[in-house]
């Protein structure tokens, strides 16, 4: 289908909507979890060039080669993982590139925890 002539229509939105929390992550282990970018046009394609991960541990792990295409009313699968590399809290985000939706970021968020570790103490 030829992309239609005039000003374009496409949107997107990810679900999950507001927000990624990857919860309590062990420091090296990793989590991974996959959202959705749908293009709620009923008409217009959107070519997605780039997704953009920042922050601390976390990284774009998978994804259809890009650029992309979505065709109207389809979505493509974006796989996110958090790795964190020390204890404490981390905070990052992912965005898009694309021909006609803003960067449409999505907040990530996640805690590094260390494995629990045993003490003993003398018998009296």
Known sequence: MAPRAGPRTARATWTPARSTGFGKVKVGASKTKTL?????????????????????????????????????????TVGMTFTPKSKGSADGS??????????????????????GQLSVSPRV
Do not use: H, W, Y
Not at 44 to 68: C, H, M, R
Not at 94 to 115: K, N, Y
């Open 94 to 115: 992912l965005s898009v590139m694309s021909d006609a939706v803003e960067r449409l970021p999505v907040p990530m968020s996640g805690s590094g925890v260390m494995e």
């Open 36 to 76: 959705d970018l749908q293009n709620t046009s009923k008409t217009d394609a959107i070519t997605i060039s780039q997704l953009n991960a920042t922050g601390a541990g976390f990284k774009v792990s998978s994804s259809p080669t890009l650029p992309v295409v979505i065709a109207a009313g389809k979505s493509i």
